[in-house]
């Protein structure tokens, strides 16, 4: 029986480890989190941010998901969206999700990311 999920797991070209460092963490607000030492030599890097949990691992043949994404719930989603912006993130809004605000924004190798807060009812 599933009970949860344990992480979600992106994929990145290598050498990118640094450009989405600065992402995860200076724009979206997610700390860094230590990899194993024997998945740490494979490169990528795991961020979190409460009970979510987001793995980046290198793909040689590396094409970024702009379809497939993970959706990250956020409370008081327009000042979230707006730090993004500051930050220099692109937020692109869409009102199609019945009871839910929601932005999508892409991270620094193209990745697709869906940020939402349900609506009060």
Not at 9 to 21: C, K
Not at 76 to 91: F, H, K, M, N, Q
Request: aromatic share 10%.
């Amino acid at each position: 029986m599933i009970t949860a999920l344990d992480h979600l797991q992106l994929a990145a070209p290598p050498g990118a480890e640094d450009t989405l460092r600065s992402y995860y963490v200076d724009v979206l607000g997610m700390t860094e989190a230590p990899k194993p030492p024997v998945l740490a030599a494979r490169g990528g890097c795991w961020f979190e941010a409460g009970e979510v949990r987001l793995h980046i691992g290198v793909e040689d043949d590396f094409r970024p998901a702009r379809k497939a994404h993970p959706g990250l719930r956020v409370r008081g989603i327009e000042a979230y969206a707006a730090r993004l912006a500051e930050r220099g993130a692109e937020v692109l809004w869409d009102g199609n999700l019945p009871g839910h605000r929601r932005f999508y924004s892409y991270d620094p190798v193209g990745n697709r990311l869906e940020f939402l807060e349900p609506v009060d009812g």
